[in-house]
């Protein structure tokens, strides 16, 4: 099939060289010159794990780049990959969904499919196909909208695509349901589950999704926070819960707090929608004001470790607002950050990918070259975001380097008996701190 992807931000890369994986044709396009140049060349404007090496691939054959809409005329199908901001009120900004579905039909030929890949509110589809129709009355039934919410986790994005849990459309017509049906037909005939529903459906389970996800993490948090005043460890709590099959293992891991792209944004624009429908949904809100109380919680350890913060050096490994990936969007450790160099430290940090993006969004963090650097005279190591290779981390030198010896580990992700034996008061999250002798 032929397939148009606008927009080349997370989504958008990843949906393009999956689709081209498929064997589909793909143009894609996005407002950036800059950015297509270097994709044209191979140039990866972020880190993800195995998208570089699909980009090499597919580009200049089954994926091309075009800065103009025009050249989307051809295809069978569009996906809308802008991004969807959250405005200051929290609602999801859809400036950009809504030109670039404006534009497409400006080009397109009959029967083309746009579809919603974006997260947006429901109810946005009913509004685009209104775009649609406004634009191109010539085309009244031959213009339509589905939506195809994407379930992709950065840092796992191509494996997440390449081999879904689930596949979910929203369709409202015959022709689209069954032009989607031939997009995903190579994951289909795998036995992929494909789940179809109208599109308001589709619209509202992609943000129940997220908001579910985003309990459950609160929900351990919160959990944590008790444990910490009961004297009970999280982590086997986390277990006896994983144990029921009725909740289930996964996104239970107590730690400091969600981040990235999509939850927090999410949950918002989701307590805003709930709103305006009427329905005043407060758990929302609750999940939000746990995933705050993590980075109080964390904040609060350090200041009982180390005292006054002020003049205090702070070294912090991990930035990124989980492992795997570059992205600091509303990454916990960033705001923990802030929040340290506010109250007169000096965070120095150290992550393996997101070094500089961290930098740009808070300058005042010293960003040092390797875990050891950042390590040295400091007063307090935070491990805020648990990369693979913090597990390596030589505990007996670090214990060397560094000016006092503790550890506030925000995510359980060390050794905590090992940090003791090498000398340190190690601080974890929602069980008891382990100090030497004192
Ligand atoms: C999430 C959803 O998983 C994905 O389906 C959706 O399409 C986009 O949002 P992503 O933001 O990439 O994906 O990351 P995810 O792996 O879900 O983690 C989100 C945040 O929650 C991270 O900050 C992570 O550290 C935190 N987290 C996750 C926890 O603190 N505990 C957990 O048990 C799981």
Redo the contacts with the bound molecule.
Sequence with gaps: MQLGVVGTGHVGLVTCVTFAEFGHDVIATDEDQAKLEKLEVGDTPFFEPGLSELLQKHRNGKLTFSHEKRSLTDADVVFICVGTPPRASGEANLAAVENSAREVAGHAKAKTLIVEKSTVPAGTATRLRRVLRHERPDLRDDLDVASNP??????AAIEDSLRPSRILVGADSGWARERMRGVYEPLIDKGVEYIETDIATAELSKHA??AF?ALK?SYINAIARLCERAGADVELVAEVLGSDERIGPH???A?L???????PKDLRAFDVLARELGYDFTLLRDIAKVNDEAVDAALAKVSDAVWNLDGKRIAMLGLS??PGTDDVRFS?ALELARRLIERGATVVGYDPHASEPAQAEVPEIEIAASAEDALAESHCLVLATEWPEFRDLDLAKARELMAYPVIVDARNFLDGRAALQAGFTYYPVGRPHLAPDE
């Design positions: 994407e379930f992709l986790r950065e840092g999704c997220n996800l993490i996104f239970l891991k730690g707090g969600f981040g990235g792209s999509c939850f607002f989980k916990p």
